[in-house]
């Protein structure tokens, strides 16, 4: 026989909350790098909890009278300070889509080849994006003008200005698509 007698688990009308609080991220500190020879444009961002926060930019310079070799090297010895002094969590770099002048892109793919160097010593993952995917993450099109990401990246962090030079602009572009492609959690 099967009983239809329902037991009373309690009298109170407690509200039960099903939604689990929903868990704190832990911050991902992403260094944009925007390759080059003469200057290489570095943007430090935070990101956490679906929040973007810009710690600071600037440019690596090198010498343009020293040798390619000497430029290379010294490129190499100031990465390798800024990531030592900041601990990234991720380095994001523009890749190499399309040159005009096959000079210029060999020069900045030897400069994009130290940076992925002096990333995979210091054990630091690093994620590529083509300039397609950068304005795409940060205007929605994929061959928006550079000013267009320029403006994107000072209303992103409700700058006064846009970063400059324009290369630490397009390495902070450059880190908030990482930040972008990162899983939801």
């Known amino acids: 026989m099967i009983s239809t007698k329902f037991i009373q688990i309690s009298n109170a009308t407690k509200k039960i909350n099903w939604r689990q609080p929903k868990p704190k991220l832990t911050p991902m500190l992403i260094l944009g790098i925007d390759p080059g020879t003469a200057l290489i444009g570095i943007g ?5 909890n679906k929040k ?14 020293a040798s390619t070799a000497e430029r290379l090297n010294d490129l190499f010895d100031q990465l390798n300070r800024v990531i030592k002094k900041f601990r990234p969590d991720l380095i994001a770099v523009e890749d190499i889509f399309f040159f005009k002048n096959l000079k210029t892109a060999v020069k900045v793919s030897q400069a994009r ?14 994620c590529e994006f083509t300039p397609l995917q950068v304005k795409q993450a940060l205007t929605g099109y994929g061959r928006a003008e550079k000013h267009q990401i320029q403006q994107m990246v000072k209303a992103i962090f409700r700058l006064n200005e846009i970063p400059r030079p324009d290369d630490a602009a397009d390495a902070i572009a450059v880190a908030i698509c990482c930040a972008h492609s990162l899983p939801r959690a």
């Open 44 to 48: 430090l961002v935070n990101y956490q």
């Open 52 to 65: 973007l926060f810009l710690k600071g930019y600037q440019c690596i310079k090198t010498d343009p009278r």
């Open 113 to 126: 080849g130290v940076i992925l160097l002096a990333a995979a010593q210091q054990k630091i993952k690093v």
